[in-house]
């Protein structure tokens, strides 16, 4: 193989190893193939984004299931404004939407619009979670 030949190879090597690295690190890819829904687990979607209105009022009750479920549930947002894969992959049509999966991790129950703590613990309840 000639010097031009060998170069041209590398050149291309080096394109795709950059172009793959890049792919790897961007938030899509990461949120895509991340574990959620959970198996072995309960576990709640809650999809929107940071800067919708009933999303904000909804920012300050999934921060508290978070804790009060740690270990217990998975509680996962997703901002889909920043990152539309999720409501690809979740076939959502509306933000919020909340979706809950079973230890199984098959959807169970959707809601869609702004969903109250009260209504939260209630479907979590129902499922087990205590």
């Known amino acids: 193989m000639d010097k031009k030949m060998t ?23 990461a ?3 991340d574990d959620i829904p ?3 687990t309960v576990t709640m979607v809650d999809l929107g984004a940071k800067a919708c209105v009933p999303c904000k009022m ?15 549930a998975v509680i996962h947002f997703y901002d ?14 509306v933000i919020p939407t909340q979706i809950f999966f079973n230890m199984e991790a098959k959807e169970v129950y959707r809601h869609e619009g702004f969903m109250s703590e009260a209504d939260i613990v209630s479907q979590l309840s129902r499922m087990g979670v205590k």
């Open 7 to 29: 170069l041209k190879y590398s050149s291309v090597s080096v394109l795709t190893l950059a172009v793959a690295l890049f792919v790897l690190s961007t938030p899509a890819f």
């Open 58 to 72: 909804m920012a300050p009750i999934m921060e508290k299931m978070e804790k009060k479920y740690a270990g217990k």
């Open 80 to 93: 889909v404004w920043k990152d539309n894969e999720p409501a690809t992959r979740f076939k959502i049509r």
């Open 31 to 33: 949120e895509k193939n």
């Open 38 to 40: 959970a198996k072995g």
